[in-house]
């Protein structure tokens, strides 16, 4: 199952690193998350973009993951020529990751 199907997300920047709030739609599914959806997941899912450490803080009691992105946006806002130099196409990107369908 694709993650959208259970959360959404929201980016932010500063910089040249990017950050990813991962909230799930109903609280019982936060443990998936929190199971599913590590540093490690993410920096793989990101690999051809983040040059830098992905580290993963959790907010249990909004349900929500966020993770921090070093160098993910090509320089920064006013150094990078990529489309999105804000990255705010990474959280519909995170969505797309696959975690197991536990049901």
């Known amino acids: 199952m694709k993650l959208r199907a259970i959360a959404h997300?929201?980016?932010g920047d500063k910089g040249n690193t990017s950050n990813i709030s991962l909230i799930a739609?109903?609280?019982?599914d936060f443990r998936?998350?929190?199971?599913h959806v590590t540093a490690e997941?993410?920096?793989?899912h990101f690999a051809e973009l983040?040059?830098?450490?992905?580290?993963?803080?959790?907010?249990p009691k909004l349900g929500a993951l966020n993770f921090v992105l070093a160098g993910a946006l090509g320089g920064?806002?006013?150094r990078s020529l990529a489309l999105d130099a804000h990255g705010k196409g990474l959280s519909s990107a995170l969505l797309d990751m696959e975690i197991p369908?536990?049901?």
């Open 50 to 59: 983040v040059q830098g450490d992905v580290v993963r803080y959790e907010l």
């Open 32 to 35: 998936r998350l929190q199971t």
């Open 101 to 103: 369908d536990e049901g």
């Open 41 to 44: 997941r993410v920096r793989a």
């Open 9 to 11: 997300a929201r980016t």
């Open 76 to 78: 920064g806002v006013t």
């Open 25 to 28: 739609f109903d609280e019982a």
